[in-house]
């Protein structure tokens, strides 16, 4: 994993068990390391699709002058938590606080505490769907690969569903459909990046909407993330309607909910889902 970090950040700080640390303050300096993949933002040259360095080292600050707190091994635990929940894309952050001027009766340099706290995973369920070649084998290989992903995890793998095609030029072959639930450190664009990049390698080409496909992989929902931007609507803005989605997940996940309603609710109601077989 690529690596961003940010030493000797400092500002003044409250911390400390006796009372005159709280009530007169001290210098605080922390470093910081985000372990995160820039691959995209090298590609870009885009400061959107990366960490900025500026935003992480103004909300360490923020959270040196917050609390007070008793110990250094809490403040250095709220700013790796801060850094994980705004920035997704971090997996992995090294947090080490130094408190230069900590009231030990003896003389030292420094006094540090470092930890490494990595990201939360996260729940996703992708759908897939294919109506071209060899589509039980690509289903089965595209599970794979998603797999072998060293930040995904597949929990669980719907049966195969045997649909109609809905929507498209006429024609078409029918559709197996698939659903997956996959636990991911990944944050939501770097899994569709990931699902694209498992379409690509099964030769996925994109030309007429809706029309005949070696492979598609959709995000379906991102924990209850609801999110829209120009890559990534989610949840996928037609997953309440569409049976070759809802039918397999159901199956799959007889509890599962989308927009607080019950999946296998939605799949009844889908008007593509009569013509679905389960194999
Ligand atoms: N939740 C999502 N999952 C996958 N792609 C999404 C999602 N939200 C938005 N998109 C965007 O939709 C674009 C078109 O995706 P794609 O070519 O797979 O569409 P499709 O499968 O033909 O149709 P549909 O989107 O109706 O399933 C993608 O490039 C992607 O940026
Ligand atoms: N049966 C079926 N029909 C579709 C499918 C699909 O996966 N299965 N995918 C589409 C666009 O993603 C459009 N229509």
Not at 154 to 180: C, F, H, M, R, W
Request: glycine share 6%.
């Amino acid at each position: 994993m690529d690596r961003i970090s940010v030493t000797g950040i400092t500002a003044t700080g409250h911390h400390g068990v006796f009372e005159h640390e709280k009530r007169e303050g001290q210098p605080f300096t922390v470093d910081v390391v985000l372990h995160t993949d820039t691959t995209r933002a090298a590609l870009s040259d885009n400061v959107r699709d990366t960490v900025h360095y500026g935003e992480v080292s103004e909300l360490v600050v923020d959270q040196i002058q917050a609390g007070p707190w008793d110990l250094i091994e809490k403040l250095a635990e709220q700013i790796a938590q801060a850094i994980l929940t705004g920035y997704p894309s971090v997996a992995r952050v090294d947090v080490t606080v130094h408190k230069p001027q900590a009231p030990i009766p003896v003389p030292f340099d420094d006094v540090t505490v470092a930890i490494s706290r990595v990201q939360r995973e996260h729940r996703a369920v992708l759908a897939l769907g294919s109506n071209l070649g060899e589509s039980r084998q690509t289903l089965q290989a595209a599970v794979r690969e998603l797999q072998d992903h060293p930040q995904v995890r597949v929990e669980a793998v719907s049966p195969l569903a045997l649909t109609k095609p809905v929507g498209g030029p006429g024609g078409q072959p029918d559709y197996l459909n698939q659903v997956i639930a996959v636990r991911t450190t990944l944050d939501p664009h770097q899994l569709l990046d990931l699902c694209q990049q498992v379409e690509r390698e099964h030769h996925r080409t994109r030309t007429v909407r809706w029309e005949a496909r070696t492979l598609d992989v959709d995000v379906i929902t991102y924990d209850q993330l609801v999110l829209q931007d120009e890559r990534l609507t989610l949840p996928h803005p037609r997953a309440h309607l569409r049976g070759f989605v809802l039918a397999p997940w159901s199956w799959m996940d007889p509890d599962a909910v989308l927009g607080g309603q019950l999946v296998s609710r939605l799949a009844a109601q889908a008007e593509d889902t009569p013509g679905i077989i389960r194999l």
